[in-house]
């Protein structure tokens, strides 16, 4: 609503990753990424640039997420950070922390962890100690 602009998702894929296809290992990616495979291992996006991964319903993923927007139809083990927008679709399946700042969440998709909203500007609150003016 007010400060910082949200970015636009991707609309477009520039990398796939095909169904029957296992990668053991971190995934680092910018622009668009459609999963219909497995990944065994971390998938980030490149910090500071609008990306956008999908998971078909054959996908699945044991590691780590960490993109500005996800849409989720198959299996993830591992926490997420959807640093803009979160879609879980109805045959979704997650287990672990979810930290998101806007969701979509479609009847049928499950979440075995918690739920945790965040936004994308960090907030720092800086505490003080009220200082002692007494003479003594």
Do not use: W
Request: charged share 20%; aromatic share 4%; glycine share 12%.
């Amino acid at each position: 609503m007010f400060g910082k602009k949200a970015s636009k998702p991707q609309n477009r894929i520039d990398s796939l990753i095909g169904v029957g296809t296992k990668i053991e290992g971190n995934v680092s990616f910018s622009g668009g990424l459609r999963v219909d495979g497995e990944i065994q291992g971390n998938v980030t996006a490149v910090p500071d640039q609008p990306s956008t991964l999908v998971l078909s319903e054959q996908a699945r993923i044991d590691g780590e997420i960490r993109v500005s927007h996800l849409v989720v139809n198959g299996a993830i083990n591992g926490p997420v950070y959807a640093l803009e927008f979160l879609e879980l679709q109805s045959r979704s399946r997650v287990t672990g922390d979810v930290h998101y700042n806007t969701i979509e969440m479609h009847l049928g998709a499950v979440v075995e962890g918690r739920l945790v909203h965040s936004t994308c500007e960090s907030k720092t609150v800086e505490l003080k100690l009220a200082a002692s003016n007494t003479v003594g």
